[in-house]
Structure formats: structure tokens, C-alpha cells
């Protein structure tokens, strides 16, 4: 499967973001599929994952409340709804797709989209 992400940009502290994951191929329902970034100097870190279904969402700590993470298997495409943006929310956002293994760690992943820029202002 091929993913690409968008919809980043440059946003004042406390504004909003909605970025897309648009994957390639009739398998896109079959992969649980997650958010990670990675700041300038830092390690790629995890965001937020869902289910195949949907039925089931994880978030880091630092998004819970603020960050929603949803899919429309219809439409092959995934979602981050990123609301009060901090300045450390700044990063370079990717999407992937994984089969098994941990929502939470990166290396489960088996597919990775370019990346879209965040950029939050104070």
C-alpha cells in the first residue's frame, strides 16, 4: 500500500489542523494504521492509531483531549483532527499502516507516507 499525507501547514498556538492519509490499493481495511512525528533534533514519536474498524483509538498523553484520529474505509483515507496546537506540537507528521503487533511502536509498521510539516507559531 502506498500512503500520503497532507494537510499541514503553519498555524498560530491554539488553532486547528485536519491532516489526511490517503492510501493506494483495495487493502486499506485490512491495516490498522497510526500517526507519528518527529521533531527537528528528535526521535520519531508516537501520535495516535486506530483499528481496521475504527473501533479502536490510541493516543499519546500529550494529544489525548486535543488530537482525534479517525478513518473512512471507503474513502481509503485516515484522519488527525488536531485542535489547541502548542508550539510543541511542531514536527513533520506521517501516517502509516501496520498488520499486527503494537499500535504503539513504529518498527510494527509496515508502511510509511512521506510525511506533512506541522508548524505551530507561539
Known amino acids: 500500500v502506498q500512503l500520503q499525507a497532507s494537510g499541514g501547514g503553519l498555524v498560530q498556538a491554539g488553532g486547528s489542523l485536519r491532516l489526511s492519509c490517503a492510501a493506494s490499493g483495495r487493502t486499506f481495511s485490512s491495516y490498522h494504521m497510526g500517526w507519528f512525528r518527529q521533531a527537528p533534533g528528535k526521535e520519531r514519536e508516537f501520535v495516535a492509531a486506530i483499528s481496521r474498524n475504527g473501533g479502536s483509538l490510541y493516543y499519546a498523553d500529550s494529544v489525548l483531549g486535543r488530537f482525534t484520529i479517525s478513518r473512512d474505509n471507503a474513502k481509503n483515507t485516515m484522519y488527525l483532527q488536531m485542535n489547541s496546537l502548542k508550539p510543541e506540537d511542531t514536527a513533520v507528521y506521517y501516517c502509516?499502516?501496520?498488520?499486527?503487533?503494537?499500535?504503539?511502536?513504529?518498527?510494527?509498521?509496515?508502511?510509511w507516507g512521506q510525511g506533512t510539516l506541522v508548524t505551530v507559531s507561539s
Open positions: 502509516a499502516a501496520g498488520f499486527r503487533g503494537s499500535y504503539y511502536l513504529a518498527a510494527a509498521y509496515n508502511y
